[in-house]
């Protein structure tokens, strides 16, 4: 069955560091692959996408993310954070490619951001 | 933002009683989906659909139903809500495409004592 792990439940980052989110996920064939952001109280918001081409992509807010097959893995990065950033951030596979268009989320994984 | 309006916010009630929660969508969109988030969970799906009339069950549809009779409506139950159903519900849409994202509405607040 398909699968989503975020190995982080949780992480804490410096204001202005770089940020590195892990998104390890478990499918046979080429995956469609997501990044969401939720903001305390809100619903999810779309960063980016991955489902074919250049394996670096780019997304809102100064996000990307590199798919590796080897490693089965969807990394998601910042080169500098903003205390902005601090909220829950979910990787998803998905739809299409699960069954029934259905998106499979993994757990998350939390940011704080400390001045 | 996307025409998503999910009613009502909050919601508490006890245990053993019916509850429905309404999702309401200006897209057209014909995927319509439920979720639940749990703390170290992330979001599971209780179920779906992919047009007026046609559902199909989640990872965690026990003790839930669904109904769309509408395109731009799609509706939750509870049967008889327990406490493991307090949760945070998530209602989204899609156009369905393979590689379309989702767009969530705010989410409803149940608690069930």
């Known amino acids: 069955a398909q699968s989503v792990t975020q190995p982080d439940i949780h992480i804490t980052v410096s204001e202005g560091a770089s940020l590195e989110l892990r998104c390890n996920y478990s499918?046979?064939?080429?995956?469609?692959l997501f990044w969401y952001v939720q903001s305390p109280g809100q619903g999810l918001q779309l960063l980016l996408k991955?489902?074919?081409?250049?394996?670096l992509v780019q997304g809102i807010k100064g996000f990307e993310a590199e798919f590796k097959r080897s490693q089965s893995s969807f990394n998601l990065r910042k080169p500098s954070v903003h205390w902005s950033d601090a909220a829950e951030y979910f990787c998803?596979?998905?739809?299409?490619?699960?069954?029934?268009?259905?998106?499979?989320f993994g757990a998350g994984t939390r940011l704080f951001v400390k001045a | 933002d996307a025409g998503i309006t999910q009613s009502p916010r909050h919601k508490v009630t006890e245990t053993g009683t019916p509850v429905t929660l309404r999702c309401h969508q200006t897209?057209?969109?014909?995927?319509m989906y439920w979720y639940r988030q749990d703390p170290g969970h992330g979001l599971r799906l209780i179920h779906y659909?992919?047009?007026?009339?046609?559902?199909d069950k989640g990872e965690v549809s026990d003790g839930y139903s669904v109904s769309r009779s509408k395109t731009e409506d799609f509706l939750l139950t509870l049967e008889s809500a327990t406490s493991s159903q307090t949760s945070v519900y998530f209602c989204?849409?899609?156009?369905?495409?393979?590689?379309?994202?989702?767009?969530f509405g705010s989410g409803t607040q149940l608690s069930v004592l």
């Open positions: 989204a849409i899609s156009s369905g495409t393979e590689n379309e994202k989702l767009f």
């Open positions: 499918y046979g064939a080429t995956p469609y």
């Open positions: 991955y489902f074919s081409g250049d394996t």
């Open positions: 998803a596979v998905g739809p299409g490619n699960t069954g029934g268009f259905k998106t499979i």
């Open positions: 897209e057209n969109h014909r995927y």
């Open positions: 659909s992919y047009g007026v009339k046609d559902t």
